[in-house]
Nanobody, 118 residues
């Protein structure tokens, strides 16, 4: 089992920045990819940014150049730096970890609200 705890959400004006953090505990040795997903009201949950254990990254097209994902394997943390935020970025952001052989197991954090509004 892996437990994920997020922090860092909040209210920010358009063009502003936030940093989200996620700390993993439990069977962290088994974690492969980690990432951030988001879900806006009335919409499906979508992938925002993924980072592998080796540091390879993959971003949703609309956040490329604005968001940066990073990971510290020694501390079992993953972070997401959100720059130049837009109202369309408003959503609940969830930390995700895939673990086990073939990433068979998937774990989620409780979510943190990001609201971009003037």
């Amino acid at each position: 089992q892996v437990q994920l705890v997020e922090s860092g959400g909040g209210l920010v004006q358009p063009g502003g920045s936030l940093r989200l953090s996620c700390a993993a505990s439990g069977s962290t040795y088994s974690i492969n990819d980690m990432g951030w997903y988001r879900q806006a009201p009335g919409k499906e949950r979508e992938s925002v940014a993924i980072i592998s254990r080796s540091g390879s990254t993959n971003y949703k097209d609309s956040v490329k150049g604005r968001f940066t994902i990073s990971r510290d394997n020694a501390k079992n943390t993953v972070s997401l730096l959100l720059n130049n935020l837009e109202p369309e970025d408003t959503a609940v952001y969830y930390c995700n970890a895939k673990a086990g052989l073939g990433s068979l197991y998937e774990f989620w954090g409780q979510g943190t609200q990001v609201t971009v509004s003037s």
